[in-house]
């Protein structure tokens, strides 16, 4: 049973969104500005993205770290943390790649049904 006060149910709350596993793919290759992201994932505003990055940080999966440039820069670097999920997200972007038009089959079959 999936009780309200559930601890993995508050992580999933908080981590397990487009937007979050997104940004840990971009921070698996190396540190990254805020602007960086925002132009990499096309479609996120600037409020989603600070809040998925402020979700990150609270739970321990990205740390971030104050540049001394100017103007002030903002970086973002994936914790050792939050590389152990890697392996899960990867399984779970290969089980969705290699079942697209499975998907889509279906979604198309329902449509037609709703009709």
Known sequence: MFFADCAARSFFDQVANKWSVMILTILEERPTRFNE??????????????????????????????????????????????????????????WAIEHLQDIENARVKYDESQV
């Open 37 to 94: 992201m925002m132009r990499r994932l096309e479609g996120i505003t600037h409020k989603a993205l600070t809040q998925a990055l402020r979700r990150l940080q609270r739970n321990g999966l990205i740390t971030r770290r104050v540049l001394a440039t100017s103007p002030v820069a903002v970086e973002y670097s994936i914790t050792d943390l939050g590389r152990t999920l890697q392996k899960p997200f990867s399984a779970v972007f290969e």
